[in-house]
Nanobody, 126 residues
Framework: QVQLVESGGGSVQAGGSLRLSCTAS????????LGWFRQAPGKEREAVAG????????YYADSVKGRFTISRDNAKNTLYLQMNSLQPEDTHMYYC???????????????????WGQGSQVTVSS
């Protein structure tokens, strides 16, 4: 069965960097569009970044454009989110998602149905 395992979260000071990783198993990785989403307590989940199967198309939320970079290594079955110039407003639980159809993630939409990771907490202190 499909499993997505995230790593790389943690606590950093404002201006710092983190790289999130999401490693997939039980799926033909290169056939899926992939995305990163985030959610803070009491708020709705929002799209952060998305990437198509061969990395031809990407999506970034305006709030992270120029600071975050989404990438994938299909040979390693791994999705990445490089986060630079982190700010306190980036404090969220971050989730990776595999989009089985429609590639909604490259339009900034939440895919449904989708496979989700367990989430990785990112905390940025001022």
């Amino acid at each position: 069965q499909v499993q997505l395992v995230e790593s790389g979260g943690g606590s950093v000071q404002a201006g710092g960097s983190l790289r999130l990783s999401c490693t997939a198993s039980g799926m033909f990785f290169s056939a899926y569009c992939l995305g990163w989403f985030r959610q803070a307590p009491g708020k709705e989940r929002e799209a952060v970044a998305g990437i198509s199967q061969a990395s031809k198309s990407t999506y970034y939320a305006d709030s992270v454009k120029g600071r975050f970079t989404i990438s994938r290594d299909n040979a390693k079955n791994t999705l990445y989110l490089q986060m630079n110039s982190l700010q306190p407003e980036d404090t969220h639980m971050y989730y990776c998602a595999a989009d089985p159809s429609g590639c909604a993630v490259v339009r900034g939409n939440i895919p449904s149905p989708a496979y989700w990771g367990q989430g990785s907490q990112v905390t940025v202190s001022s």
